[in-house]
């Protein structure tokens, strides 16, 4: 196909009308959710003690690693399987799991923070595999009105704690914990969950598979942890607090970026997997490209209007150290740039790869930073995180890009 007709073909091909209406629908039931989410960050910035509101985000990044390895991300299977395999045996192996995790992750809480407070978020966990389950089935609404109504939920603890005084990086991670859990236990038991199971003429997957699948997964989270959120561990134990709470302030915006980016990491990989299996590599090539555009049109507006975005998000008092934000907003673009082409090695079922490329460049930021931290300061910390980011996406050009070609070219020659 020639470049000069292959967009606007690709525009208006039979086969991509569906997938713009589910993009839509994706961004239509999600942007509530967001408006949530930004009204959640602005109450957050403006009322959270600037003593406690680095110790939140920090303690709330430890959660979410703590219940990403004990969990190790099996809720993940559903993208790959759910529709080629027996669903029924698959929900029961992932919640088998989830239950000794939720074990893990109380003793955890009792152990290493030793609050109570903290035990509430294992909620998180449950919820996420609710809503994997709803994003395997392309039940969009049902997906977007959970994410909603979490929001909703822990805004409400929020004003509450805000209104009595008692706000502080445990009642408010206690607060939203609460609310994974409301969420997760009424999407547990309501008719669609129940009447799912129809898939009882497909294979069983193993759960030994399950596990080989998910695993690198969990490993994978504790990467990214590493390439992000320890840089608040080593702030914590060798700058000062101030620091501390400018970096958070910056790392928490681009969370809350890192979750709009998500409406195209969350409909990526079932789209690229179904088209794989069809083998309409023009669809999917059409739509690498649009959704590369849009994380490099995001990521880089947001450093452009990085001042206006920190008066948005309510942290107008912290804007002067903005440029935290910028080094940590390239960073990302390069992070969701390598994870886009990466997607490759989850349809092979290869997912140590990725964990493999993000363990090493991970254990090579950490000791620079913990090497230099004491003479270089924040500086090295975001440098790092930048350049390791970097050179991940490099090398996701190679498994990625390069290998996906290698396939398709492969499969077209065998089937001449």
């Keep these: 196909m020639r470049k000069a007709t292959f967009f606007p073909k ?81 929900l029961k192996v992932s919640r088998k799991i989830l239950f000794i995790a939720s074990l893990l992750f109380c003793i955890t809480a009792i152990l290493y923070f030793k609050s109570v407070y903290y035990i509430w978020f294992l909620g998180y966990m449950w919820m996420r595999e609710r809503l994997y389950f709803f994003r395997s089935k392309m039940d969009i609404n049902t997906y977007g009105r959970i994410k909603l109504l979490q929001y909703f939920i822990s805004i409400c603890f929020l004003i ?103 409406v195209i990491m969350e409909y990526w990989p079932r789209f690229y997997f179904e ?26 507006g947001t450093i452009i209007f990085s001042e206006q975005l920190y008066w948005l998000m309510g942290a107008s008092q912290y804007s002067h150290m903005r440029w935290m934000y910028c080094v940590l907003a390239l960073s990302e673009m390069f992070r969701l740039w390598g994870a886009i082409n990466m997607t490759f090695q989850s349809y092979i079922k290869n997912n140590s790869i990725n964990v493999i490329c993000l363990s090493f460049l991970g254990g090579v930021k950490l000791f620079i930073n913990w090497m230099n931290i004491e003479n270089k300061g924040v500086f090295i910390l975001l440098n790092s995180t930048c350049l390791c980011y970097l050179i991940y996406f490099f090398c996701s050009i190679y498994f990625g890009c390069f290998k996906e070609r290698q396939f398709k070219w492969n499969y077209t020659h065998k089937h001449l």
């Design 275 to 300: 088209r794989m299996e069809n083998h309409d590599y023009n669809a999917i090539k059409f739509m690498y490209m649009i959704f590369m555009a849009i994380v490099a049109i995001l990521c880089i």
């Design 160 to 262: 509450i704690l805000i209104l009595t005084g008692n706000i502080n990086h445990k009642t408010l991670l206690a607060g939203i914990g609460i609310s994974y859990l409301i969420l997760s236990f009424l999407y547990n038991f309501n008719g669609k969950s129940k009447n799912a199971d129809v898939s009882d003429d497909l294979p069983i997957v193993s759960e030994k598979e399950i596990i080989k699948y998910a695993l690198p997964l969990s490993f994978n989270a504790i990467m990214v942890w590493v390439l992000g959120a320890a840089d608040q561990m080593l702030i914590d134990k060798y700058l000062d607090a101030l620091t501390l709470t400018y970096y958070s302030v910056g790392f928490r915006i681009i969370n809350v970026i890192r979750i709009g980016i998500g």
């Design 10 to 90: 690709a525009l208006k091909g039979e086969s991509l009308k569906k997938e713009y209406q589910i993009i839509w629908r994706f961004f239509y039931n999600n942007i509530f959710a967001y408006i949530f989410l930004y009204i959640q960050n602005v109450l957050i910035n403006r009322y959270m003690p600037t003593e406690y509101l680095g110790s939140f985000s920090y303690n709330q990044s430890l959660l979410i690693l703590f219940t990403s390895v004990y969990s190790i991300e099996v809720y993940s299977v559903y993208l790959r399987y759910i529709g080629y395999c027996n669903e029924k045996e698959l």
